[in-house]
């Protein structure tokens, strides 16, 4: 099938596929999508998430904070995450039921491994950066069909931060006309959409609010042999230790004002170090410290919206990893208790699925070239149609 043709469908079957900060697998949801732009009415018919082995998230994280790298080892592993990503859709279409000749389309997110959203002097010119990896033309080639995939480079052109994507997907299935809502998503950065009660594009505020799971699943790693916590039981035992917390909310990236998007750049290893220190000079136990990082996640949330939009919160909805640890809602509910908690299962996006479902959508928005990003979330000049299309 052509573009054309695909555009003058109706309703279309599409994949979006999605590796997140945390790296721990790939998310693949196959998405009925009906028209498109604020007419986007869609449906999801499956999703799973395909973990990566210990060896290949050791990879990812490799390449993720290492400041030299192999080039040929890059390069070959740019293009074996493009056949994982081709797995993970042709494993998904299997299990679904359906046949891959009725797929229309597949968006892929890729895995972040650098993103440098500010400029700094290079040679002789202003320059930002994102890579994302996960070859798309494998995932066209092994699939049969039409991918959309590298989306955020085409925002950084255009003077923004290539992130974040996902405030377009949220204004189109989320926003409301009597309601100021937000959409969370904690996965291992934090990020935000803020959606005034009947709002225009140009009115949607949207930032990473800073760490999310990222820094308590490294303690988990560190002293409890865990890959998380689970349900927040261990950072239930613990004791909050607020002097840390009200220290490392002066960090500069929390105060500084949106547009902003971060990641492992700043939050990855070298912060984690600093935390473990900062801990050893208070006495801090393993559980205090996790039970402290905890509520320092679900602080720096609370602090962002109050200060970036002090206007009442009526809703906020929450998708991600961290909708499965009541700590975290239990305090967001403390910090905010004027505002009514839900998450986005109840709005008919299973939260794990979530932001797959978005690559989707925006896959479908490229195809149709109509803009993927917001300007008043990425700082760009304006908005802009996102990603590159590779045909089979």
């Given amino acids: 099938m052509n573009i054309l043709s695909l555009c003058e469908k109706p309703a279309k079957l599409v994949v979006g596929l999605m590796s997140g900060t945390s790296a721990d697998g790939i998310d693949a949801a196959l998405v009925k999508i009906r028209d498109c732009g604020t007419e986007t009415r869609l449906e999801l018919l499956a999703f799973n998430c395909f973990p990566y082995t210990p060896q290949q998230k050791e990879m990812i994280l490799k390449f993720a904070v290492a400041d030299m790298v192999s080039l040929d080892e890059f390069a070959r592993f740019n293009v074996f995450l493009g056949h994982l990503f081709a797995d993970a859709a042709l494993m998904l279409i299997r299990k679904s039921g359906f046949q891959l000749s009725e797929i229309d389309l597949i968006g892929s997110h890729g895995q972040t491994i650098r993103h440098l959203p500010k400029p700094e002097h290079f040679l002789d010119c202003l320059v930002s950066a994102t890579l994302q990896i996960g070859e798309p033309a494998v995932i066209a080639q092994r699939t049969g069909v039409i991918t959309v995939a590298d989306f955020r480079p085409a925002d950084i052109a255009a003077g923004g931060e290539g992130a974040p994507l996902v405030p377009l997907f949220d204004y189109l299935l989320f926003h409301s006309e ?28 949207a930032f990473d609010s800073g760490p999310g799971n990222m820094i308590v699943d490294n303690l988990c790693k560190t002293f409890f042999a865990r890959d998380y916590d689970q349900h927040g039981d261990l ?7 607020y002097t840390l917390v009200n220290q490392l909310l002066q960090d500069e990236y929390l105060l500084s004002p949106p547009p902003k998007s971060t990641g492992r750049e700043r939050y990855g290893i070298a912060y984690f170090q600093k935390i473990i220190e900062l801990a050893r000079v208070d006495n801090l136990s393993p559980l205090d410290l996790l039970a402290t990082m905890t509520f320092f996640t679900v602080k720096t949330i609370s602090t962002a919206l109050q200060t970036f939009y002090p206007q009442p919160v009526d809703e906020i909805i929450v998708s991600g990893g961290g909708v499965n640890n009541f700590m975290i809602l239990r305090h967001l509910q403390d910090l905010l208790p004027a505002t009514r908690l839900s998450t986005s299962d109840q709005h008919g996006v299973p939260a794990d699925a979530k932001e797959a479902v978005c690559f989707a959508v925006l896959a479908n928005e490229t195809i149709h070239q109509r803009p993927g990003n917001m300007p008043s979330a990425t700082g760009a000049t304006r908005p802009v149609v996102l990603g590159k299309v590779c045909l089979p």
């Fill in 178 to 205: 009597n309601s100021n809502r937000v959409l969370l998503n904690i996965g291992g950065i934090a990020n935000v959409t803020i959606l005034p009660k009947n709002c225009t594009p140009e009115q949607v505020i």
């Fill in 235 to 241: 950072a239930a035992s613990g004791k909050v230790n």
